[in-house]
């Protein structure tokens, strides 16, 4: 299924903004953790590092927000649409879940995954929320 985007220009860029800030978000990851796990570091530089990929992952909020200005309303509508599926999901799905945690003595899953699961449900809710106006 592909989407066509009245604004080439404008998703040209934001997939070109998108993989550059991916590759900086990836190499700070990495780098970061094994500065953290191989260098004795000052508690300031271990914080420090542990926040460098929020700014690469900042910098792809911003191309997203760029990118969806360039859109027509039935775009931003589709995207709007699946954004909100998604807060819901992911918002009420670790509520739910943190009073199994808590209560049901479920195992603790660490707070670094919920960003990666609200991508991948907000992809997921995309395809349905399109394929609904087919």
């Known amino acids: 299924m592909t989407c066509e985007f009245s604004n080439k220009d404008a998703a040209k860029r934001y997939r070109r903004d998108v993989a550059i800030t991916g590759a900086i978000y990836v190499a700070l990851v990495f780098g970061a953790a094994l500065a953290i796990r191989q260098v004795e570091l000052p508690q300031w530089a271990v914080i420090a590092l542990s926040l460098a990929p929020v700014a690469p992952a900042l910098l792809m909020l911003r191309a997203y ?34 009073f199994l945690e808590e209560w049901a003595d479920f195992p603790h899953v660490p707070l670094i995954w919920v960003f990666p699961a609200y991508c991948a449900v907000w992809g997921l809710a995309t395809l349905f929320v399109r394929r609904r106006y087919q």
């Open 65 to 98: 927000i760029v990118f969806t200005r360039s859109m027509d309303e039935f775009q931003r509508r589709v995207q709007t649409e699946a954004l909100i599926i998604a807060s819901a999901f992911i918002v009420f799905g670790t509520f739910a879940y943190g």
